[in-house]
């Protein structure tokens, strides 16, 4: 059985879900670095984007009732590659030590001031 997960404190669109829970699944959509209390990207540095989309997949997941630490991969696409060691610098902040599996790959599709999106997928029980 899946449940759709959502949350008013993460952006959302009527063409996806936030989240799918699947038994202790729980299936992050990419997010991106939009602040829903102003309906705009956080900031123009790839390190607000990476910190918002962040703190998005967070509100996901904590309505999934998901911990961080149940995270087990993460997916990072990125609109420039170049941006990677500033998306590293303020990824790491979130996961100091232990982090889950990862990816990084190049965003294909361009959308107007966007650098980055992230997904991601948890596991509880």
């Known amino acids: 059985m899946r449940e759709i997960i959502s949350t008013p404190d993460a952006p959302?669109?009527?063409l996806y879900s936030q989240a799918m829970k699947v038994g202790g699944l729980v299936y992050v959509?990419?997010?991106v670095g939009v602040d829903v209390s102003t309906g705009g990207l956080a900031g123009p540095t790839i390190q607000e984007q990476?910190?918002?989309?962040l703190a998005n997949?967070?509100?996901v997941l904590r309505a999934a009732g998901a911990t961080w630490?149940?995270?087990v991969e993460v997916g990072v696409l990125l609109t420039n590659p170049a941006d990677f060691a500033g998306m590293n610098e303020e990824y790491a902040t979130w996961f100091p030590s232990t982090p889950p599996t990862?990816?990084?790959a190049k965003l294909g599709v361009e959308?107007?001031?966007v650098l980055v999106s992230i997904r991601m997928t948890a596991f509880v029980d």
Request: proline share 9%; charged share 20%; net charge neutral.
């Open 12 to 14: 959302s669109s009527p």
């Open 29 to 31: 959509s990419g997010l």
């Open 50 to 53: 990476t910190r918002q989309a």
């Open 57 to 59: 997949c967070n509100a």
């Open 69 to 71: 630490e149940d995270i």
């Open 102 to 104: 990862r990816y990084v």
């Open 111 to 113: 959308l107007p001031g």
